[in-house]
């Protein structure tokens, strides 16, 4: 089952932040973020594992509560090169292999 | 080259044909996946592998998909008798470990059946 992300889409000023969050209704092992851009492949933003472990680029933050099932995504300061559409992917417990995206959340920063 | 490579970029095909999509890993990747992704949605889960084993192909939409991995290394998601609505752009992606490893996106195939 896919994880839910909101908002759907989101609109920014240069400069503003945003909160993208996603939720599952099952336990997670670990919580993936990616961005693609229109017409490109998705890029590896961050990953967060189940008891705390964090992998990602140092200007991107997010937060991981297991007991919620939820992961929320920090943009702040937002530039132009933020915009794109935002992936989270998660894998459950019992998954087995799978690792499942959420149907994304489109961001536009404008000047 | 260092990335991921699909091919072809671009295929245009009659319903009723059948497709081979290829893919190329990064060297040294054990976990391959394949996602479509329909025009302006998300990235729908179809198969993964670990080395040349797909412990789960539940993700597959029909009996008229099908993969396999050789070596390791290459793998093809074949899709039998197209319909229109098998039109996307399909992508595979690799990674070093399974759950906790970054994945590296190719560009994609895109697959239009008229």
């Known amino acids: 089952q896919q994880p839910v992300q909101s908002p759907q889409a989101v609109i920014l000023r240069e400069g503003e932040d945003a909160v993208i969050n996603c939720s599952s209704s099952?336990?997670?092992?670990?919580v993936h973020w990616y961005r693609q851009k229109h017409g490109e492949a998705p890029v590896f933003l961050m990953i967060?594992?189940?008891?705390?472990e964090q992998k990602g680029h140092e200007k991107i933050s997010a937060s991981f509560n297991e007991k919620k099932q939820q992961s929320s995504l920090y943009l702040t300061a937002s530039q132009l090169s933020y915009s794109g559409t935002y992936f989270c992917?998660?894998?459950?417990?019992?998954?087995?292999?799978?690792?499942?995206f959420g149907g994304g959340t489109r961001l536009m920063v404008k000047p | 080259g260092a990335g991921v490579s699909q091919s072809p970029s671009n295929k245009v095909t009659e319903k009723g044909k059948d497709v081979e999509l290829r893919c190329d890993p990064i060297?040294?990747?054990?976990?391959l996946y394949w996602y479509r992704q329909s025009l302006g949605q998300g990235l729908e889960f179809l198969i993964y592998?670990?080395?040349?084993?797909?412990?789960?192909k539940s993700g597959l939409p029909s009996d008229r998909f099908s993969a396999e991995r050789t070596g390791g290394s290459v793998s093809t998601l074949t899709i039998q008798r197209t319909q229109q609505e098998d039109s996307a752009v399909y992508l595979c992606?690799?990674?070093?470990?399974?759950?906790?490893?970054?994945?590296?996106f190719g560009e994609g195939s895109r697959l239009t059946v008229l």
């Open positions: 099952k336990a997670l092992y670990s």
């Open positions: 992606a690799s990674s070093l470990r399974r759950f906790t490893g970054e994945l590296f």
């Open positions: 060297s040294g990747h054990t976990a």
């Open positions: 992917g998660t894998v459950d417990n019992n998954a087995g292999n799978m690792l499942t």
């Open positions: 592998f670990q080395g040349n084993s797909a412990p789960d």
């Open positions: 967060l594992l189940k008891g705390g």
